[in-house]
């Protein structure tokens, strides 16, 4: 008796998504009669037609329905273990223990460790979110094999010696969140002027972590609430109790209530970057890693260092 072969549900998934047999072909690079041929034998198999013809290209029948619910599981299980069987020739595998500074582990590091455990299902991550300082120290004693750290104007400068560093975004500036009720958020782009009179929420931590203030060119800027953690400010900004200081790195991951505006400045010029710091001599997990990191290098900056 003719069987189930996963070629054959691998097309008739990409025949009901396109709705056509020839649209179906031309995605997988088939033939339409070769296609034809795979839903034939599909249908010999379950003993039952799938689809059933229309004026223009084809739809589900009811048995092709409940196969398709179950053929999108099999084909899913069965990537994963090519995946993590993938991961097994390959043999990097194991726990690796990443640390980052606060915007950097919600905007940059989530997709990163996606894209490597995509290709590296073998590999385990932790993650460890602290300002940049607190990262080189465990990093030095051997708490985390990687530490993704802000570095340019106005942070410190961090001794990076006997250490690898790479960078892996470049910033698309600073600017301010505002509440979504704000008269500015109506721009995407304010100039410094019209901040002379916000009430700022500024950050508040530990003596050797850089934390944001009010905008640095401001003469006399009015603080409204200091707050250690920044989804504390941004509740804050939310609830229309002053502004604060984002860069563009946190641009896409705002909280409801807050939009973020590029500010024009001509007397600040900052360069920011963020790096990706390892030993001298990384582990395949490392490596693979920083290649993940490299993926997805775009827009930058740092909510807390």
Same mark, same amino acid.
């Given at each position: 008796?003719?069987?189930?072969?996963?070629?054959?549900?691998?097309?008739?998934?990409?025949?009901?998504?396109?709705?056509?047999?020839?649209?179906?072909?031309?995605?997988?690079?088939?033939?339409?009669?070769?296609?034809?041929?795979? $839903?034939?034998?599909?249908?010999? !198999?379950? @003993?039952?037609? =799938?689809?059933?013809?229309?004026?223009? %290209?084809? #739809?589900?029948?009811q048995s092709g329905e409940a196969l398709l619910r179950h053929a999108r599981h099999m084909l899913a299980h069965v990537e994963a273990a090519e995946l993590e069987i993938a991961g097994i020739r390959d043999r990097i595998a194991g726990r690796l223990a990443v640390g980052a500074y606060p915007t950097a582990a919600a905007a940059l590091v989530p997709p990163a460790i996606a894209r490597l455990q995509?290709?590296?299902?073998?590999?385990?991550?932790?993650?460890?979110?602290?300002?940049?300082?607190?990262?080189?120290?465990?990093?030095?004693?051997?708490? $985390?094999?990687?530490?993704?750290? !802000?570095? @340019?104007?106005? =942070?410190?400068?961090?001794?990076?010696? %006997?250490? #690898?560093?790479?960078?892996?975004?470049?910033?698309?500036?600073?600017?301010?969140?505002?509440?979504?009720?704000?008269?500015?958020?109506?721009?995407?782009?304010?100039?410094?002027?019209?901040?002379?009179?916000?009430?700022?929420?500024?950050?508040?931590?530990?003596?050797?972590?850089?934390?944001f203030g009010a905008w640095p060119t401001l003469g006399t800027p009015r603080v409204a609430y200091e707050a250690r953690g920044w989804q504390t400010r941004l509740g804050l900004v939310a609830a229309g109790l002053g502004v604060s200081v984002l860069p563009g790195l946190a641009a896409d991951i705002v909280p409801h209530g807050v939009k973020w505006l590029s500010v024009k400045d001509p007397a600040l010029v900052l360069r920011r970057e963020t790096v990706m710091v390892t030993a001298a001599e990384a582990s395949a997990a490392a490596r693979a890693m920083l290649e993940a990191m490299r993926g997805g290098a775009g827009g930058g900056g740092n909510l807390g260092r």
């Open positions: 008796m003719p069987e189930l072969t996963l070629m054959g549900l691998r097309v008739t998934i990409e025949v009901a998504q396109r709705g056509s047999f020839t649209a179906a072909a031309e995605a997988l690079g088939y033939t339409q009669s070769a296609v034809s041929r795979q $839903i034939s034998a599909t249908e010999a !198999a379950v @003993g039952a037609p =799938l689809f059933e013809r229309q004026a223009r %290209g084809v #739809r589900p029948t995509k290709s590296h299902p073998g590999v385990t991550v932790s993650l460890w979110e602290a300002g940049s300082p607190a990262q080189l120290r465990r990093l030095r004693a051997g708490r $985390i094999e990687m530490a993704v750290v !802000a570095i @340019g104007d106005g =942070l410190p400068d961090y001794d990076f010696t %006997g250490l #690898r560093i790479e960078v892996v975004h470049a910033g698309r500036g600073m600017g301010v969140a505002v509440s979504t009720d704000h008269p500015l958020a109506s721009q995407n782009e304010v100039h410094v002027d019209a901040l002379a009179q916000e009430a700022w929420i500024v950050g508040v931590g530990a003596e050797d972590e850089p934390q």
